[in-house]
């Protein structure tokens, strides 16, 4: 399996950026896919799909026999509806009539993620969307305009049911050490978006604490494959660190990473619980320096 690129540079020289194109190989065969992911319904996205597959295909069009009609081959598309919204059809869909011609009907089916919560995507093997659960709730808090305790309870408890899911897909070796550090640190983001911008709930900073503190228990390594997994928990707990301090301060700068690299696993531990109430870098950097 592997990536593909998702910037295009219009003739114009506008940019435009897809959210993900995937490749996958099978002897032979190579299976392309195309995926967008929605917040919110937006009616147009229709359009900007088929443009990026449109993009994507001309990058892959063979012309070195151009005495045969030309074939372009669009990416199998899906885009993810994460917020709720009735108007949201099963299958978006772009009709391109030509004059003179037969029209061309671009279907596109929509995944209506919030149909589904974690023992659904677990079971059908959707490991790596299970961090967007958090993000189920921005609906009811846009509504609200604040974090109240109705809400702040969900939240935490889905962030829990996460975690447990995260921990049982690591422990069955569905996902890897550093697929579980990558899961943990999106929903990490996405928590301090919603906290950041509907919070000042008065039990959010130890709530925090204490949520984050779960994400270095040994036993989401102790009930996973023996070989291997004292070392994937550190490069793990090292990877959301650094993710953290990214979306706080832009990056990490190179002095930091190296420190970072350097501790030792109950290190990395004390530094994570300590990571959210780091402002500056320079207080990072006497952080880091205390611990190591």
Same mark, same amino acid.
């Given at each position: 399996m592997s990536y593909g690129s998702t910037e295009f540079i219009r003739d114009d020289l506008v940019k435009s950026m897809a959210d993900m194109f995937i490749e996958i190989s099978s002897g032979k065969t190579i299976y392309r896919y195309h995926i967008e992911f929605q917040t919110t319904y937006d009616k147009n996205i229709i359009i900007r799909m088929f443009r990026y597959g449109f993009e994507k295909a001309k990058e892959l069009l063979d012309l070195a026999d151009l005495t045969k009609p030309l074939e372009m081959e669009f990416p199998d598309p899906r885009v993810i509806f994460i917020e709720e919204n009735e108007k949201i059809p099963d299958i978006l869909q772009l009709r391109v009539k030509i004059p003179k011609q037969e029209s061309l009907l671009y279907q596109v089916p929509a995944f209506k993620y919030w149909l589904y919560d974690t023992q659904q995507l677990y079971a059908k093997k959707m490991y790596l969307l299970l961090p967007l659960q958090v993000f189920k709730i921005r609906k009811y808090l846009r509504v609200k305009s604040k974090m109240d305790a109705e809400a702040y309870r969900n939240l935490l408890q889905t962030a829990e049911e996460v975690v447990k899911t995260i921990t049982l897909a690591l422990a069955e070796a569905k996902i890897t050490p550093e697929d579980a550090g990558e899961m943990q640190a999106i929903m990490l983001n996405i928590m301090e978006y919603l906290y950041g911008k509907y919070g000042d709930y008065s039990k959010i900073d130890q709530e925090v604490k204490n949520m984050i503190k779960t994400f270095y228990d040994p036993g989401l390594v102790e009930k996973g494959r023996k070989e291997g997994r004292k070392e994937g928990r550190k490069e793990g707990t090292r990877l959301i660190l650094q993710k953290l301090i990214? /979306?706080?301060?832009?990056?990490? %700068? %190179?002095? $930091? =990473? =190296?420190? $970072? /690299?350097?501790? #030792?696993? /109950?290190?990395? =531990? !004390?530094? !994570? #619980?300590? +990571?959210?109430? +780091?402002?500056? =870098? #320079? #207080?990072?950097?006497?952080? $880091?320096?205390?611990?190591?």
């Open positions: 990214k /979306n706080r301060f832009g990056m990490v %700068p %190179p002095d $930091i =990473e =190296e420190r $970072i /690299n350097a501790l #030792e696993q /109950n290190q990395l =531990e !004390a530094l !994570a #619980e300590k +990571i959210l109430e +780091i402002t500056t =870098e #320079e #207080e990072l950097r006497q952080a $880091i320096a205390v611990r190591h």
